[in-house]
T-cell receptor
Framework: GESVGLHLPTLSVQEGDNSIINCAYSNSASDYFIWYKQESGKGPQFIIDIRSNMDKRQGQRVTVLLNKTVKHLSLQIAATQPGDSAVYFCAENPRGSNYKLTFGKGTLLTVNP | DTEVTQTPKHLVMGMTNKKSLKCEQHMGHRAMYWYKQKAKKPPELMFVYSYEKLSINESVPSRFSPECPNSSLLNLHLHALQPEDSALYLC??????????????FGQGTRLTVV
């Protein structure tokens, strides 16, 4: 069935390095994507979003890339900091879905000092 | 105010108890949601309220009963739960309810333990 998944369940990086978290989706009707960060014991926190008419969007230290041809989404975090350690979820909102956000499995990012 | 506030933060209840989870937002959002999240899993949608009316029920058992008293409040009434219902219950809200390009803001969740 349709799903949103992640290639890597865990990612460990050194402080100061760049991090790349990947996400694959299979629902071609999805037209809006969101990355959330969830720290231990907290609710998901919005990081950045992208619409299907865009290939790239940049925020503060974060960039999301969307490749609709291969149905792939990535989150790049520049100069990763210990405070970036968390689980990162991609989520998709298929067109006309009445806002049924579907979350991917999540990637645990650990930043080593 | 860009917060979704959930109370209580932690709740332990017996299988015969009745309890309620509460959620509040003052951002003028017209869609509110309940999600359930088990450990090391992504959030799973339970209910969607759109303009204070229940628009989506993801086949949730009737021991979970949502209520939206007004546009700022969302409750989840719990009765006769099972230990497997123990999870983090997340409330979220968004400006627009229908497939729109608008992100959902999440509360910190209620950590529920059923004993």
């Amino acid at each position: 069935g349709e799903s949103v998944g992640l290639h890597l369940p865990t990612l460990s990086v050194q402080e100061g390095d760049n991090s790349i978290i990947n996400c694959a989706y299979s629902n071609s009707a999805s037209d809006y994507f969101i990355w959330y960060k969830q720290e231990s014991g907290k609710g998901p926190q919005f990081i950045i979003d992208i619409r299907s008419n865009m290939d790239k969007r940049q925020g503060q230290r974060v960039t999301v890339l969307l490749n609709k041809t291969v149905k792939h989404l990535s989150l790049q975090i520049a100069a990763t900091q210990p405070g970036d350690s968390a689980v990162y979820f991609c989520a998709e909102n298929p067109r006309g879905s009445n806002y049924k956000l579907t979350f991917g499995k999540g990637t645990l990012l650990t930043v080593n000092p | 105010d860009t917060e979704v506030t959930q109370t209580p933060k932690h709740l332990v209840m017996g299988m015969t108890n009745k309890k309620s989870l509460k959620c509040e937002q003052h951002m003028g959002h017209r869609a509110m949601y309940w999600y359930k999240q088990k450990a090391k899993k992504p959030p799973e949608l339970m209910f969607v309220y759109s303009y204070e009316k229940l628009s989506i029920n993801e086949s949730v058992p009737s021991r979970f009963s949502p209520e939206c008293p007004n546009s700022s409040l969302l409750n989840l009434h719990l009765h006769a739960l099972q230990p497997e219902d123990s999870a983090l219950y997340l409330c979220a809200s968004s400006l627009q309810p229908q497939g729109a390009d608008t992100e959902a803001f999440f509360g910190q969740g209620t950590r529920l333990t059923v004993v």
